[in-house]
């Protein structure tokens, strides 16, 4: 019986769309040129904010990519000393992927329920029936 993987953590998850913004040069050129969208990490374009990004989760051990909350300052530190950026720079890394985790726990609130993020493409479920008092 094989073993299932872990599914991936909310960094880990950041740290797959960075690498496409980070790869795809037309699909960056594409959000850099949009008129009103700022770089997320107030880098020249958002491929150069997903580089330093990854190299940011890419310096956090397992246990800190699981849960960034254990992070102390000082870590924090350590982390921007080996990924090569400043630390205001992880501290909004690890703010941003909050604030994506926290948005992808109100959306399995909302009408759709229990529904994972990947079937938020999917076309909603059929609402129930109207309730017929007479059968």
Do not use: H, K, Y
Not at 7 to 35: H, K, W, Y
Not at 89 to 108: G, I, P, T
């Amino acid at each position: 019986m094989a073993d299932t993987p872990e599914p991936p953590n909310g960094l880990e998850q950041l740290r797959r769309v960075l690498l496409r913004f980070a790869t795809d040069e037309p699909f960056a050129a594409t959000i850099d040129g949009i008129s009103g969208m700022a770089s997320p990490f107030g880098g020249a374009s958002v491929a150069d904010d997903a580089e330093r990004a990854m190299a940011v989760i890419d310096a956090m051990t397992t246990e800190e990519r699981r849960s960034p909350e254990i992070a102390t300052q000082r870590r924090r530190g350590e982390i921007a000393v080996t990924a090569g950026v400043a630390v205001d720079l992880v501290d909004s890394v690890l703010e941003f992927a909050a604030r994506l985790s926290d948005q992808a726990d109100s959306l399995r609130t909302t009408r759709w329920g229990s529904c994972e993020p990947r079937d938020l493409f999917s076309p909603p479920p059929e609402p129930p029936a109207p309730w017929n008092p007479r059968g």
